[in-house]
Each structure stands twice: as C-alpha cells, then as structure tokens.
C-alpha cells in the first residue's frame, strides 16, 4: 500500500508539474526605463505577456528625495558605497511606491486627491487584457491630456507617459 500511496503521490507531482510548465510556457516578461514624468525622476516599468496580450504590469518610479523623510534604494545610506556618488548626502534615490505617503502628501499640496500609489495601480489596471497593438492604437490617436481622462481613477498629468513606458516593457517581452 505504502509503494502505491508513494506512486500516485509522485505521479501528481509530475503531472503537476508539467501542467504548469505547459501553461507557463507563453508567459514573458518584459522591463523597460523611461522617463514619464519630467526630467528629475525615472520610471522602471514590468509586464508579463501572454502572446501579445498584457496580464499583468507594474510601473514604480525613482527621483530623489529627503533622506530624512523617506526610504531610499539599497545602499544609498552608505556614505562610501552608492550614497558616495549622490550630489547632495541629504538627499536619497528613492521609490515613489514605497513612499508614497510622503510623495502623495505633496501631490496634495499641489491639489491632487488622488496618491501616488493609487494612479500608478489605476494605469496599471487599465492595461490588463489589451494587445500591444491595441497599447499602441490607444496611445498614437489620443492626445497626452485625454489619457489622463481614458484611465479611470487615475489623473496624473503624465499618465500617457507610464503607458508608453508600459508599452515598451511589453515590446521588450515580444
């Protein structure tokens, strides 16, 4: 009973295994950098693509910010290490993600009700389920100003440029 029991029981592994390999096998991920907001900040955004269609994204963005306030990259507090190379020490590379308490509070002062983090998961939400031609389409018949419009729940002024950094991480997939 105990060799039978220990059969099935690799017989499910190995079946479970190749299952997920079967329908892992179409997935991709692409990354792409791309200045989306400006000239003081970088976007970094990821996209997992099944064939061409978008399944998943995530898009975070770097700029430096108030060492005091928030936390910065891996190492940027070491003095001889990646901080040695920062222009002013008070200063730290950091994601607007993990600090989006502190980046949103000054969205706020500039009037925005919306944080950081929410935006950035709106954009990320609008293109799930679209092709990379559909991305594109999208993105070259309308203007800067109606994309802020065509994500739901998103009104960052560059909301067009994390798309197109998000299309380029999907054209990196391909």
Known sequence: ???FLGFVLVAVLV???????AFAADLKVGKAEWAAHGTKCFT???VVMEAD?????????????????VTGVPNSEIENGLAADFANPDRV?????LNSDYYSNNMAKAGSTVSILDNFTAIE?????KTVAELESILNSNSKEAMV???????LVDTDGYLWAILAAAKNAN
């Open 93 to 97: 590379l950091a994601s607007k993600r």
């Open 1 to 3: 009973m105990k060799k």
């Open 53 to 69: 269609t978008i399944e998943r994204t995530i898009i975070d963005e770097y700029q430096f910010l108030p060492k005091a306030e």
């Open 125 to 129: 939400n609008y293109v799930v389920g």
């Open 44 to 46: 970094i955004a990821f």
């Open 15 to 21: 079946l479970g295994l190749v299952a997920t390999s």
């Open 149 to 155: 419009d065509a994500v739901t729940g998103a009104t």
